[in-house]
């Protein structure tokens, strides 16, 4: 579904198992990690990571601004990913795009990035028309 963030909200709290899975179509996330911030943009994924290896949030995650985010349920995440295992490695790869950028190492293979694209472009869709994207 999309959800509407508004500024301050809090999406997913640290030392929680997510619930949630957001892809940010507009707008800006933010999290504070060990003394640094992290912020999300348009095309980020937030708490798929965690959904996929099990792990609590190591941070509260608030909107910086209003945004459109595309919230898949925990489950739904998971059975697109099942469906879908290239989401996984994409998925697996982009938090330490978010921590640690280098503008020296391409941090998403071409195949990951353009797959990134597609599902951002669908984002306000619903979890059919995501699924019907990669079965294309």
Same mark, same amino acid.
């Given at each position: 579904?999309?959800?509407?963030?508004?500024? !301050?909200?809090?999406? $997913? *709290?640290?030392?929680?198992? @997510?619930? +949630? /899975?957001?892809?940010?179509?507009? #707008?800006? =996330?933010? %999290?504070?990690?060990?003394?640094?911030?992290?912020?999300?943009?348009?095309?980020?994924?937030?708490? !798929?990571?965690?959904? $996929? *290896?099990?792990?609590?949030? @190591?941070? +509260? /995650?608030?909107?910086?601004?209003? #945004?459109? =985010?595309? %919230?898949?349920?925990?489950?739904?995440?998971?059975?697109?990913?099942?469906?879908?295992?290239?989401?996984?490695?994409?998925? $697996?790869?982009?938090?330490?795009?978010?921590?640690?950028?280098?503008?020296?190492?391409?941090?998403?293979?071409?195949?990951?990035?353009?797959?990134?694209?597609?599902?951002?472009?669908?984002?306000?869709?619903?979890?059919?028309?995501?699924?019907?994207?990669?079965?294309?």
């Amino acid at each position: 579904s999309v959800h509407f963030a508004w500024p !301050g909200e809090t999406l $997913l *709290e640290r030392d929680r198992k @997510p619930r +949630t /899975v957001y892809l940010v179509s507009a #707008g800006r =996330l933010e %999290a504070h990690i060990a003394e640094h911030d992290i912020e999300f943009g348009p095309g980020s994924i937030v708490g !798929g990571h965690e959904v $996929l *290896e099990n792990l609590p949030l @190591p941070a +509260t /995650v608030r909107s910086l601004t209003f #945004g459109h =985010l595309l %919230a898949l349920s925990r489950g739904d995440f998971k059975r697109l990913v099942e469906e879908h295992p290239v989401i996984a490695r994409n998925v $697996l790869a982009l938090p330490e795009a978010a921590v640690a950028p280098d503008p020296e190492v391409d941090r998403l293979p071409d195949q990951a990035r353009a797959e990134r694209q597609q599902l951002m472009r669908i984002a306000s869709g619903s979890l059919a028309e995501l699924r019907a994207a990669y079965d294309d």
